[in-house]
């Protein structure tokens, strides 16, 4: 169980039980800070629990800067587009005939990196504070999930922030109930869902949603490179394709494989969270009236744990997502792993009893 600060990593995979003083959150809290750490960061980001929405702007693409519409909405078309341009090239055989041992590694290499980056960095770290980390780490996950190509880590974060704030309702940025029910409505919200609010260019307030990353001169500075993070993403597999077999078919290859492909098979599994967690799957714990999130057991190892997707709107904070047998996370397997290393700590690791009382009495499912 954890007991404190860079100790006490929970054994694997048993579900820690709550300590005698833990006051109903889904998490065992390890330090003095417990008291303000149970509530973070939502109290200060939640709306009130009532239809009566604060006016929110609506949401930015991937690309949330502040810059003019026009721009955003040209940048989120190339990070979307051109990894699709890969994949069909690929698929004609056109640019890069041949698949080879090498681009499966790069291809795993760089989708593992760049997709825990995004889970355990962008996510879980700097969206919902599920733990704290050194330095070296915090640096280290936010280089890897910009990576991914799915924005500057402040403007995902704030993205985030507000989707949990207003969980399919008015002010959400990607909810497949935008257009309400009914079967073409339905397409329509999951389209949008899936990657048409993306270029829906009006920024969510960097200021106003992430404050606390604004503020913090390693994420800002890291946000302001995203741009050539996004460019290294695609060349540093295609460089090491060249280091490697010396070619440039060799190069093209991790530029394919490792790029493109990589790149649009890790976007298309975020997006899948968004709109598939929303629509369809298993709704065993209680959540917010209007919220739809949902359990998706198909997507959890492209996912790499997030489409426990339902658990995590239930209890936001939490750094494991999968908190049930057989539900792979190999997100929260990092955390824990970098916990055993004294590298993470504070984190908060679910409770079995308090989860108990979270789960719904009879089985929910989506569309019910
Ligand atoms: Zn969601
Ligand atoms: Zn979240």
Known sequence: MCTGRREGAPRWPQTPAAPSADRGGCVTILSSER??????????????????VAPVTRSAGPVAVSSGRGKQQVVTAILVVAPLLGVVAAAMGV????????????????YAVSGHGLTAGFHRMFTHRSFKAARWVKITLAVAGSLGMEGSVISWVANHRRHHAYTDRKGDPHSPYEYGNGMWNQIRGAMHAHVGWLFQAQPTEEARWAPDLVKDKDLAAISRMFPFLGIASLGLPMLIGWAVTRTWAGALGGLIWGGLIRVFVLHHATFSVNSVCHLWGRRPFTTRVEDRSTNFAPLAVLAMGENWHNLHHSCPTLARHGVDRHQLDSTARLIWILQRAGAVWDVKWPVAEILDRRRNTVAACVPS
């Open 95 to 110: 640019i890069s005939p041949r698949i080879t041992i090498l681009d499966v590694i790069l291809a795993v290499a760089f």
């Open 35 to 52: 008291e303000s750490a149970l509530h973070t960061p939502f109290k200060e980001y939640d709306p009130p629990e009532t239809d009566q």
